[in-house]
T-cell receptor, first 113, second 114 residues
Framework: DQQVKQNSPSLSVQEGRISILNCDYTNSMFDYFLWYKKYPAEGPTFLIS?????DKNEDGRFTVFLNKSAKHLSLHIVPSQPGDSAVYFC????????????FGTGTRLQVTL | NAGVTQTPKFQVLKTGQSMTLQCAQD?????MYWYRQDPGMGLRLIYY???????DKGEVPNGYNVSRLNKREFSLRLESAAPSQTSVYFCASSEQANWNTEAFFGQGTRLTVV
C-alpha cells in the first residue's frame, strides 16, 4: 500500500515558467512533509519542508503548499531553471517516530530552454 | 565537510555471497538510516538507528542486518545475497530522532546480485 503517491512520473516545463509537482498521501498520521531533489548518481538532497500546522512554506523560488483536508501537497518552482531538472521526491513522517521517512515514487522534472 | 560517506560506490555479488555496506557521518547526528531505491518504488526504509546503541527494523528488513558501530558509523550487512537485493542503497543521517529535521543522504551504493 503506497502511503505517499506521486502520480506524475514526469513533467516537462519551459525555462522561466512555473513547475508544479504534486503529492498525495493516505496516512492521516503524517504531520511533517519534505521534498527532496535527486540528480543521477547522487543521493537525494533536502529542498524544503512543511509542518502540518502550516499550509504554506516558502524558500526562495520554492514554495510548498499543504492541503490537509485533501491530503495533498504541492511544490511550486518559480521561475524554473535548467538546473532544476532532476527527480523530485515527496516524503512524509510522523513526529516522534525517529524521523523515518515514507517516500513517494518521484517525479522527473525536465526544464527545457 | 564530507557529510555522509558510503563505501563502496559499486558492487557486483554472486548469489549467496555476503558483504557489508559501510556508512559514516561527520555531522554528529544521532540518528542513521538505510534505504533502498528500486525503479518505480521510491526509497524504502530497511533499518534505522534512532540513537547510538539502538537499531530497529524498517519497512523491508528481510535479508539484512545492521550494526551501529558508534555514533558515526552504521553498517548494513547482506548475509546471503539474492537477486532481489539488486538495488541502490542509501545511507542517511539526521540530527535527532524525535523532532522533525531533514535527513542527509550519502551518494549511494549500486549493488548488483547475479
Amino acid at each position: 500500500d503506497q502511503q505517499v503517491k506521486q502520480n506524475s512520473p514526469s513533467l516537462s516545463v519551459q525555462e522561466g515558467r512555473i513547475s508544479i509537482l504534486n503529492c498525495d498521501y493516505t496516512n492521516s498520521m503524517f504531520d511533517y512533509f519534505l521534498w527532496y531533489k535527486k540528480y543521477p548518481a547522487e543521493g537525494p538532497t533536502f529542498l524544503i519542508s512543511i509542518s502540518s500546522i502550516k499550509d504554506k512554506n516558502e524558500d526562495g523560488r520554492f514554495t510548498v503548499f499543504l492541503n490537509k483536508s485533501a491530503k495533498h501537497l504541492s511544490l511550486h518552482i518559480v521561475p524554473s531553471q535548467p538546473g532544476d531538472s532532476a527527480v523530485y521526491f515527496c516524503a512524509a513522517t510522523v513526529t516522534g517516530t525517529a524521523s523515518k521517512l515514507t517516500f513517494g515514487t518521484g517525479t522527473r522534472l525536465q526544464v527545457t530552454l | 565537510n564530507a557529510g555522509v560517506t558510503q563505501t563502496p560506490k559499486f558492487q557486483v555479488l554472486k548469489t549467496g555471497q555476503s558483504m557489508t555496506l559501510q556508512c559514516a557521518q561527520d555531522m554528529n547526528h544521532n540518528s542513521m538510516y538505510w534505504y533502498r531505491q528500486d525503479p518505480g518504488m521510491g526509497l524504502r526504509l530497511i533499518y534505522y538507528s534512532a540513537s547510538e546503541g539502538t537499531t530497529d527494523k524498517g519497512e523491508v528488513p528481510n535479508g539484512y542486518n545492521v550494526s551501529r558501530l558508534n555514533k558515526r558509523e552504521f553498517s548494513l550487512r547482506l548475509e546471503s545475497a539474492a537477486p532481489s537485493q539488486t538495488s541502490v542503497y542509501f545511507c542517511a543521517s539526521s540530527e535527532q530522532a524525535n523532532w522533525n529535521t531533514e535527513a542527509f543522504f550519502g551518494q549511494g551504493t549500486r549493488l548488483t546480485v547475479v
